[in-house]
């Protein structure tokens, strides 16, 4: 089994790179100072803070999960506590350059960033859901990191922490923004993904899938799709205006409709081939859905 090295704090990132961080909880590191190995073997590290790359490199690759990623010019990659990523090909003279955002969740503690946090699902997505970003966008990353930079060269004191995250949160809602824009210019490539979504939960529901299995989550999809959840939810979110969740719930109504038109299936068997465990189960979502019971939507018809 590979070995997995842990990076716990944001100094163990700099140190085999001879970086040097001002703090010990956050760091704006330029990467092209680092010393790079000539001929590194392939490793994987873990984190243990956040981590934001906005990279350049030639022959150099990361392998997360099953997918490889070549960093590319005007990419941004985000990694999240407890992370891995693969450091698989560096090639003999590699020619890295870009910055890194590097901030501990410790150094969240007792604000309100500690709690909005979660908000930004980019953390969790994979580095081929990278942020491809613009020259202007760059240079508002880079006017960011400036600013962080910035803070952490002059002397401590009890304002530098508030205006550090300040910072740092600004700069994680610009690239909200950024994600929110690339979804946009993507659309024929998400509607595409949405399309596919449908298919495939018609295909699980019809072919008895979803009797045998049970109702499928969302996160069964993405893997079907080569994406994460996250993502995956984020891009039906923004194509359909619904989340990934209700789409499915939605489907599910559809075809239960159809179904309950033929009058030789009970309430109970339609539930169950729709993967409900309980028909009661189904019969209130069927309600909240459509207005009607099961039962009284049928009679309806007649």
């Known amino acids: 089994m590979e070995e997995i090295i842990d ?5 163990d990132y700099c140190k085999p790179l001879k970086l040097s961080s001002l703090h010990p909880l956050v760091t704006v590191l330029d990467l092209s100072k680092g ?7 392939p ?19 990361l392998r997360y999960g099953r997918k490889n990623y070549d960093f590319q010019e005007g990419t941004l990659v985000f990694v999240g506590p407890e992370q891995v990523v693969n450091i698989s090909k560096i090639g003999k003279r590699p020619k890295i350059s870009g910055y890194a955002l ?9 604000t309100h960033l500690v709690k909005k946090i979660g908000d930004y699902n ?12 613009s020259p202007k966008e760059r240079q508002i990353v880079l006017d960011c990191f400036q600013k962080i930079e910035d803070e952490l060269a002059e002397r401590i004191d009890k304002h530098s922490k508030t205006v550090i995250l300040s910072a740092i949160e600004l700069f994680l809602n610009y690239c909200q923004r950024f994600y929110d824009r690339q979804f946009i210019t ?15 939960l018609q295909t699980y529901i019809w072919s008895g899938m979803a009797k045998e299995n049970g109702i499928p989550s969302v996160a069964y999809f993405a893997g079907k799709l080569n994406l994460s959840p996250n ?17 499915i719930q939605l489907k599910l109504m559809e075809i239960a409709k159809q179904r309950i038109y033929d009058p030789e299936l ?16 189904f019969s209130r979502l069927f309600k909240q859905q459509v207005g009607l019971s099961p039962k009284e939507f049928r009679q309806s018809l007649n």
């Open 7 to 11: 990076l716990k704090n944001v100094n």
């Open 43 to 61: 490793k994987s590290v873990r984190y243990h803070f956040y981590g934001v790359f906005l990279k350049d490199g030639e022959e150099c690759e």
């Open 102 to 110: 590097l901030f501990h969740p410790e150094l969240l503690l007792g």
């Open 186 to 200: 993507r659309d024929s490539v998400n509607r595409n993904v949405v399309e596919q979504f449908g298919s495939a």
């Open 231 to 247: 993502y995956f939810g984020d891009l039906v979110k923004k194509q359909t205006g619904k989340s990934a969740q209700e789409f």
């Open 35 to 41: 010393e790079w190995p000539k001929n590194p073997d």
């Open 266 to 281: 009970s309430i109970a068997e339609i539930a169950y081939g729709l993967g409900f465990r309980y028909p009661q189960h």
């Open 122 to 133: 980019f953390f969790s997505y994979e580095t081929s859901e990278a942020l491809h970003i």
